[in-house]
């Protein structure tokens, strides 16, 4: 019997009805449904109620709870809303105070909404360089889905379905390689050694 690996979700909009929080909910979702996870759900609320701290130390238990989450979780499925071509401030902040050696290797499916397609690139042009500076592995498919693509509150464009059950899939496929591969350590100086 295979464990569950954990996934944390999250999201950049504190609105839980949000586009974003629906297709992270959708996408989270399918991936349960096509590999063994317990999903633990987050978004961006805490790190709004409070002035943006300079140092974990400067966050209210809520956000340094979140940030724990990212950080200890197997896999990661994050997204935000679109503002002005790219994420919020705020959703940098909340990846500023990431610890970077943990999110080395750990698969992340991306995710964003926008108003529209004109902003559809967001997710390779912003959102896969900020977790490629972390090293994290980013599932080669990203999701972005424009407001046409919902209705009454759930994802409703069969594209878009068809995209997130892709994605889904194969970040499912990073998960059982993840799972099946035996523990390592940081890598040791004599392999950095010429």
Do not use: W
Not at 39 to 54: K, Y
Not at 80 to 96: I, L
């Amino acid at each position: 019997m295979t464990d569950n690996q954990s996934l944390f979700t999250f999201c950049g909009s504190d609105s839980a009805g949000s586009k974003t929080s629906v297709l992270i909910d959708h996408t989270a979702r399918e991936l349960g449904r096509l590999t063994p996870v317990t999903i633990q759900a987050a978004n961006i609320a805490p790190f709004m109620q409070v002035r943006l701290g300079q140092t974990r130390n400067d966050l209210p238990p809520e956000a340094s709870a979140i940030l724990d989450g990212i950080e200890q979780a197997d896999l990661l499925v994050v997204g935000s809303p679109v503002y002005k071509g790219s994420y919020s401030g705020a959703f940098k902040h909340v990846f500023d105070l990431v610890d970077p050696d943990l999110l080395l290797n750990k698969p992340v499916l991306i995710c964003a909404a926008g108003g529209g397609q004109k902003h559809a690139l967001m997710v390779e042009h912003q959102l896969r360089p900020l977790f490629g500076f972390f090293g994290a592995a980013t599932a080669p498919i990203a999701i972005y889905a424009g407001a046409a693509d919902f209705a009454e509150g759930k994802v409703c464009d069969p594209a878009l379905v068809d995209r997130i059950t892709l994605a889904a899939k194969g970040f499912a496929r990073m998960a059982g390689h993840r799972a099946a591969a035996p523990a390592t350590g940081a890598p040791s100086a004599m392999a950095c050694a010429g």
